[in-house]
């Protein structure tokens, strides 16, 4: 009986590339699947089929012979035809985990499989100014370390752990189903391929056991909130001497008195008098550096005007440049007021003129010209 067009067989035109036969052979091979099919031969011939038909198709070189002489180009041996061979298991392999959630893949890898130990996380808050200057702190973190006694196999000083007697030390197991062997992780070694007979005293057969430990964390000049830093192999030791975790240290910078921080400037709000924001003056302003800096207020400044001190902000991590300092003055509007006081500023009133306020004389002449306006169009 002559074969089936390998195309018609995945029911793909010769043109599809390599994504759509491999879709088209997924859905396809679970659908006749023997496991799926029991008792149905129609279902293994066409499973079969399928296989043989993306074996080929699948291979660029396969697939140009094909393309050219059909069937014949796999006949009386020339270049190697389908089978089911090695060939035939790695393609199958692509659909293991649609079919058997990847069972499969879960054994790979062989025995003595060590777990790799838990990442742990470190919440730390530092000031603003050790954000500025940078600082070596000390932590102390309780985690599980490498047990002493064992050095981390498990088992009991003089022993040693026995290859595990349902896998034989592999790791993993193997069932036959239909024309396949599918592998798991054996359950009885969790696919370490030993097990612990004569378990350590102090670590019960873990190989780790829980201490606080104290390590020394380099924190950079220039660190911004939600910063991580990264301590490769600080997190939880392995199980039975596997690879230790990461420990991950979140910085948070305490709110402050006087700044706030956008990325490498600062920002520093200033009260002044109204006599000094009228005659002009001078104030004296904190730095994060511990020091002072001297800002010149000139005659007749309005509240919310900002003086920029150059240089003056913070660090730039990885650069030797600073942020700058920004300085805010804001007018205070004088309270309290004694009856001479009142009277004095009274007196000024009667003396200024539209030069004296020019914001406030100008806004009240256009608010007088809109009125003016609205009433002659309602006329």
Not at 114 to 139: C, P
Request: net charge neutral; proline share 5%.
């Amino acid at each position: 009986m002559a074969k089936r067009d390998y195309y018609e067989t995945l029911g793909c035109d010769r043109g599809a590339d390599e994504t759509v036969l491999k879709a088209t052979y997924r859905k396809l091979a679970m659908k006749w699947h023997p496991d799926r099919n029991h008792g149905n031969p129609e279902a293994e011939v066409m499973f079969k089929e399928v296989n043989e038909a993306y074996e080929v198709l699948k291979d660029p070189q396969k697939r140009a012979a094909y393309d050219r002489f059909g069937h014949a180009a796999f006949e009386n041996g020339g270049g190697g035809g389908p089978g089911f061979g090695n060939d035939f298991a790695s393609s199958f392999a692509d659909i293991f985990d649609d079919l058997f959630g990847g069972a499969m893949n879960r054994g790979r890898g062989g025995g003595q499989q060590r777990g790799r130990g838990a990442d742990l996380r470190y919440n730390m808050e530092i000031t603003l100014e050790e954000a500025f200057s940078g600082k070596t702190a000390q932590i102390k973190i309780p985690t599980s370390i490498s047990c002493e006694t064992c050095s981390g196999t498990g088992a009991k000083p003089g022993t040693q752990p026995k290859a595990c007697r349902m896998c034989g030390g592999a790791g993993k197991i193997r069932h036959a189903q239909g024309f396949f062997t599918l592998e798991r992780t054996c359950p009885n070694c969790q696919g370490r391929g030993n097990v612990i007979e004569d378990p350590c005293g102090d670590c019960g057969g873990a190989g780790r056991v829980t201490r606080e430990r104290t390590l020394s964390v380099q924190i950079p000049a220039g660190v911004e909130d939600g910063t991580r830093i990264r301590l490769g192999g600080e997190g939880e030791a392995g199980v039975r001497g596997g690879a230790a975790g990461d420990l991950y240290i979140f910085l948070s910078i305490e709110p402050h008195p006087f700044f706030q921080r956008e990325g490498a400037d600062l920002y520093c709000r200033v009260p002044i008098s109204m006599v000094t924001a009228a005659l002009g003056g001078a104030v004296e302003v904190p730095t994060i550096d511990g020091d002072k800096s001297k800002v010149k207020i000139p005659e007749g400044t309005q509240s919310q005007k900002r003086f920029r001190l150059s240089g003056k902000g913070m660090p730039i991590m990885r650069a030797r440049n600073h942020g700058d300092m920004y300085v805010q003055v804001v007018v205070e509007t004088p309270q309290k007021l004694t009856k001479r006081q009142k009277e004095l500023l009274a007196e000024f009133d009667k003396e200024c003129s539209g030069e004296t306020h020019p914001e406030s004389t100008g806004f009240f002449a256009k608010v007088k010209e809109f009125f003016q306006g609205a009433a002659g169009e309602g006329a």
